[in-house]
């Protein structure tokens, strides 16, 4: 069984700074790429950033220059730092990988339970 496991939400005041992590847990033989969404109500999930297993980076239009990832493929975790957070941003973020479990010949998608980041102005 493949977990995701997030941490790092919060309250933090706009101009701030925050840090996530995001681990996969159990039986994995290759991480193929790791990144973050995020969602408010009423409203699509969309992509705050994303790496390739080759290093490929996307990152989303209203996030680009503030975060960054990056991915830990020995350790299965990766990383997002935010800075200059805005009132906007403020969204459940989740983290999402595609990965291969062990015994499996296909990757698949797999999502953290998300984490609330609130950017108070």
């Known amino acids: 069984q493949v977990h995701l496991v997030e941490s790092g939400g919060g309250l933090v005041e706009a101009g701030g700074s925050l840090g996530l992590s995001c681990a996969a847990s159990g039986r994995i033989w290759r991480l193929g790429a790791m990144g973050w969404y995020r969602q408010v109500p009423g409203k699509q999930r969309e992509l705050v950033a994303r790496m390739t297993r080759d290093g490929n980076i996307d990152y989303g239009d209203s996030v680009k220059g503030r975060v960054t990832i990056s991915v830990n493929n020995v350790r299965k975790t990766g990383y997002l730092q935010m800075n200059g957070l805005r009132p906007e941003d403020t969204a459940v973020y989740y983290c999402?990988?595609?990965?291969?479990?062990?015994?499996?010949?296909?990757?698949?998608?797999?999502w953290g339970q998300g984490t609330q980041v609130t950017v108070s102005s």
């Open positions: 999402n990988a595609i990965l291969t479990p062990l015994g499996s010949e296909n990757p698949g998608d797999y």
